[in-house]
């Protein structure tokens, strides 16, 4: 997808209490900014609560940014929990020329008839397996920034990549096999997120 110069990319995530969603929105901030991108990120709150539905949003741009509200026509939404689906709209005011990108094992051909006559671009990437294979634990928060990264093309990859590892060393500064499997996370989601 191609934005206007001054035009920020919109993102909003939606996922459960605990999922991580609200992290991999900020850390997609930080590495935005690492980008010399204007960037804001922030979550919606409410009585959250380990498993209940949060949001969050970013806005990417390359100038300074003055709008200072929820997002209601996003780009690209990210769906890190596919039970979401069964209650709330995700697709709602989801641009027709972004994408849907969501955590789950199923193809996008199988997702489309869930999604209330959504005609734009649905991605799936099984950040769980993922997650299992790579980190030992259902963490899909880090496979989803990946793979938003990837559809959106929002940044570069590679220093998106070199940049992820120096934010994961700072975060795990002594646990180095966090490290690694996060890093696998990352490359492993971008390389088998699919795109229908």
């Known amino acids: 997808m191609t934005k206007k110069i001054n035009e920020a990319v919109e993102i909003r995530w939606h996922g459960r209490g605990g999922q991580g969603a609200k992290t991999a929105c900020l850390l997609l901030a930080d590495v935005a900014f690492n980008s010399n991108k204007h960037v804001q990120g922030f979550p919606e709150y409410g009585p959250e609560r380990m ?15 003055k709008v200072h509200s929820n997002i209601y026509t996003p780009d690209y939404v990210v769906v890190v929990d596919e039970t979401l689906l069964n209650s709330v709209d995700v697709t709602k005011g989801l641009k027709e020329t972004g994408a ?61 990549i ?32 699919k795109v229908g």
């Open 100 to 160: 849907l990108i969501i955590n789950s094992k199923k193809d996008p051909e199988e997702i489309r008839p869930l999604l209330k006559g959504y005609k734009g671009r649905v991605c799936s990437v099984d950040a769980e397996r993922i997650s299992m294979e790579t980190l030992g634990r259902n963490f899909p928060n880090t496979p989803m920034l990946a793979a938003v990264v990837k559809v959106s093309n929002i940044l570069e990859q590679e220093k998106f």
């Open 51 to 65: 498993g209940a539905p949060i949001t969050a949003y970013n806005r990417i741009s390359d100038e300074h940014c």
């Open 162 to 193: 070199k940049d992820m590892r120096e934010s994961f060393r700072h975060k795990f500064l002594h646990k180095e096999s966090l490290v690694e499997g996060n890093m696998k996370a990352l490359l492993q989601s971008m390389d088998e997120v």
